[in-house]
């Protein structure tokens, strides 16, 4: 979870002196850096074929820059450790997708893809259990502020559970020979080829350019508008990084406060489990990312509407449950882009990343003297999500029509029914 936006509530901005638009500044800049490497990473991932070494190392660098943000004193320190800490973050999420990607067929994608995303969904509910354990308990223990142990607490997880997956994560199926069997290794790549008619290992990539599948990537609009979507949607949902601030409009203290930032959060996970096994189930995607999103809506609205505390709470689930459709569309996006995997690697990389545009923007949208009504951060919220549940629909009505050729083109050729599109 967003540790920056707990340690608000404890003394963060007071003991660096941030003034004004300097503690959104902060958030915003985690995305700079976020953005900047995540294509980078993918291509250097799908080259080096070693998820193994390659993510937990990145995030063994990750938990070291979290420790040393618990160190710093100024506002300038605070904006470096954040930049950072979303240059190695990157190489995290889309890595994680291009991985699961290599190893699981479409219809299996979605339930693994909320595995890896519930993580974050339980870290909200958990993290503020845990928060509210160290900000009460800790403050003032060996000198330091009780917000400083927050992050050295979470940099030394993080570095525990990185050392250990060094000898829990797999290596792509063409390389992967210290967890399975020969056997094993060839079922993997039949069960891809069974899936999209082509394995990766026989993947022709282009060799005319020293970085394949950067530009098939670039070149595909579809690549661009989910990019977008998602752009739209991460504005929608950038109130996850400031739920403890919409919690504290409830007008408890702030060890309640995060104590009550938990369960919307494990009702999130919940949700997003149960649509994401259903989507796999059915195959079907579009209908799998909008509802969650319009019950988001009809959170958003409720926030706007009432000041009365039981409406504002019930809000702020249905607010949380929206996620679903974040997971959804991740999904969708790595199913669209089956082959080539370096094709695959630079899509996913790209959407995710430039996604975050909408969080830099999102950093912005929940300003103090906004609130505590913060009328106008959910309206925007409004608008987003319903731009997005349009850019899907219309993308379904393009992949449609994709599947409707491809069908056409079999019949007219006698051939069996192949690839499709999954709507």
Not at 48 to 71: A, D, E, N
Not at 142 to 168: D, K, N, Q, S
Not at 364 to 378: A, F, V
């Amino acid at each position: 979870m967003c540790y920056f936006s707990v340690a608000r509530i404890k003394g963060f901005e007071a003991d660096l002196h941030l003034k004004g638009q300097q503690f959104n500044t902060v958030l915003s800049v985690f995305y700079v850096g976020y953005i900047l490497m995540q294509i980078p990473s993918n291509l250097f991932l799908n080259y080096i074929g070693r998820p193994s070494i390659y993510l937990p190392t990145c995030m063994v660098l990750w938990g070291v820059i979290s420790c040393l943000t618990g160190t710093t004193q100024s506002f300038t320190g605070a904006l470096l450790t954040r930049f950072f800490l979303g240059f190695v973050e990157a190489t995290f999420i889309p890595g994680a997708l291009f991985l699961l990607s290599k190893w699981y067929k479409r219809s299996e994608l979605g339930l693994r893809t909320a595995l890896l995303s519930c993580g974050f969904l339980i870290s909200n509910s958990f993290g503020s259990l845990m928060a509210s354990g160290i900000l009460s308990g800790m403050q003032g223990k060996l000198g330091h502020a009780a917000w400083r142990w927050l992050f050295y607490i979470e940099g030394a997880l993080t570095m525990l559970v990185a050392v250990i997956a060094i000898f829990v994560i797999p290596d792509f199926p063409e390389n992967s020979h210290y967890f399975f069997s020969p056997e094993e290794i060839r079922l993997a790549k039949l069960r891809m080829q069974e899936d999209v008619g082509v394995s990766d290992g026989e993947e022709t990539e282009r060799k005319d350019s020293r970085f394949p599948g950067l530009y098939e990537a670039l070149g595909d609009w579809r690549v661009y508008w989910l990019a977008l979507a998602l752009i739209s949607l991460a504005i929608s949902i950038s109130f996850t990084a400031f739920f403890p601030t919409l919690t504290q409009t409830l007008g408890y203290s702030p060890t309640i406060t995060l104590l009550l930032c938990a369960p919307p959060w494990g009702f999130a996970t919940i949700v997003a489990f149960a649509v994401s096994r259903h989507s796999d189930k059915t195959g079907e995607r579009f209908f799998h990312i909008v509802i969650p999103l319009f019950i988001g809506i009809i959170g958003f609205v409720i926030a706007i509407s009432t000041m009365r505390l039981a409406a504002r709470y019930v809000a702020l689930f249905l607010m949380a449950q929206s996620c679903a459709g974040v997971i959804g569309l991740l999904t969708w996006s790595s199913n669209t882009f089956a082959r080539s995997p370096s094709k695959r690697a630079v899509a996913l990389a790209f959407i995710n990343g430039f996604s975050q545009l909408g969080s830099i923007a999102g950093s912005y949208m929940w300003q103090k003297s906004w609130g505590p009504t913060y009328i106008r951060s959910y309206a925007i919220c409004i608008s987003a999500n319903g731009l997005c549940i349009v850019m899907c629909l219309i993308f379904r009505q393009v992949l449609a029509n994709h599947n409707k050729h491809l069908e056409e083109r079999e019949a007219s050729a006698a051939r069996p029914r192949g690839y499709r599109y999954l709507l």
